[in-house]
């Protein structure tokens, strides 16, 4: 739109805020119109104003009232202002012919249109100077037609060549419509869009001469997200032009296309209607309601690629209640109160924070789990010996098993480590260590034990004939002290059976059992009890 005479002074004098003589010096610089903005960058900026703070030529001294005199031209005015406001009209013009938008003296106002612009522009710019996130990668767990929609979000966040984002690369209309959607009220960009980048998005062409370099970045990510893997082979045809836009298109058609996508929302409607949750084992009612909830957002994916009728609140709670098979009380009639009551019967997740109390499996776990300090009133400790008592501790708070009062772990300590023990560590590990020793655990501090460390067969063998042989060595000792007993006491018989057939004195039976040898004075006899006895052993044996 070509703006009157009037409207175009009003622009550089009121909204750029320049005075007279600098515009009319500006036509002389070549801005004689507002367009011719949009050919001066920094540069040429910087260079207007130095021509502008010393021109070139003379003039006739106002003060010789013959007009004989010349002097040099005086500076003109141009503020920092004047400055300021000018560079960010001279985006703005861009950004209009960028977007295919028309200038009009309602979108040229400084107050609040380019004001407003030169912060959107300066999130861009900002944005640009940042360092590029990682580019995501097709996984078993990113599948290619969930990486689609991460791929599209990444290039959303890269800021190409032209200080737009590269997603304006892949949209799915390479034109654009010739005449620009009505601008928002005192904003720079169209009500549809939402914002100055969206619209760049949108709007901004393929023709221009820097898409080739912001094309090409989008198939150097796209080769980078599918390097080693299958797909590769997709965009190999597009290398050579570095074509990243055409390499999109053909991940996007033979991956997902709508076929996958309908395969995708069938299989997540089919989780929602048949998969149930009966409360067994140890998956919890809360992972349940996450499968439910990232089901729905899948579906929320398909619907933009296929025509779909998403569930609203009230259907997801029914879904949800349907498919809990847990006969647990608590749960129970934590769900008839849900049936109860309208607003959480609209409201998936006031639905899901309400039940999840009462998930018997959770319940299980914290019943299982160790309590806190608080409420420990008494626990199993080891006592010097190695025995396990009853002790009663008071306080805040209670000493765990395998540490010391001096916070020394009781386990084996490398040599580095052992040194950075402070001195009464040192002196109760120490201890720790000898009373184990001596009670014949000590030896193994700080190792694994036999069912952590299982043995090889090698091992067992060499431990088994170890004990075998020990156990012979002791069964091989003990027979030879009882042979040995055995000769001493046939020795000892037959020196008293010797003793006997020696010649004596006559002697009385009773004398014979009741005096000693050195009683009598005569040689000594057999003890015919004790001998007896002797015989008597022998034959028990």
Sequence with gaps: MVLSAAQTTAFWETELALPGATRQRLVLEGLADISDLTEIDTENLKQIADN???????MIDPADANGARMIPIPPFVFGAKSQLRMKAAIKLLRFYETVGRVHTASNLKWDPVIKSFSQHWKSLTDRKDESTPDT???????????????????LNRVIGTRTIPLSYVIRADATVANIAPPIAANQPYAAEYGSVESELIARASHTHALFRDDNAKVYYYLEEATRTTIYAGSIKPYQKAKDGRGAWKAMVSQ??????????????????????????ANFSLERFVGQHRNAYISMTQCAEHVQFQLPNEQTRVGYLMDAIGCNDAPLQAAMALVRNDPAKMNSFEETASFLLPHCPVAKKRTAGSKRDIA?????????????????RFS??????????????????????????????????????????ESNGKGRNLGKSNSTSNPKSPKQVSSTIAAQVAKQVKEKMKA?????????????????????????????NVSSANTLPPAATGDAPTAPLVTLQQIIKRLDKK
Aim: no cysteine; charged share 35%; aromatic share 10%.
């Design 395 to 436: 306080g805040g708070k209670s000493p765990k098993r395998g540490i010391g009062k001096s916070g020394v772990h009781f386990r084996f300590y490398g040599l580095e480590e052992y040194k950075k023990l402070s001195r009464a560590q040192k002196e109760e590990l120490k201890e720790y260590r000898d009373n184990m």
């Design 52 to 58: 502008l703070r010393r021109p070139a030529g003379t």
């Design 255 to 280: 991956y997902a296309g709508e076929d996958k996508w309908r395969m995708e929302l069938k299989r997540q409607d089919e989780l929602l209607h048949t998969y149930k949750w009966k409360g067994q």
């Design 136 to 154: 995501p990668k097709i996984t078993k767990t990113l599948t290619v037609i969930k990486w689609t929609e991460a791929f599209a979000d990444f």
């Design 479 to 507: 027979i030879e002290s009882e042979a040995e007993s055995e000769e001493q006491l046939k020795d000892y018989i037959i020196s008293l059976v010797s003793a006997q057939k020696t010649p004596t004195k006559k002697a």
């Design 375 to 391: 409420n420990i009133s008494d626990l199993n400790a080891s006592d010097e010996k190695g025995s396990d008592k009853q002790v």
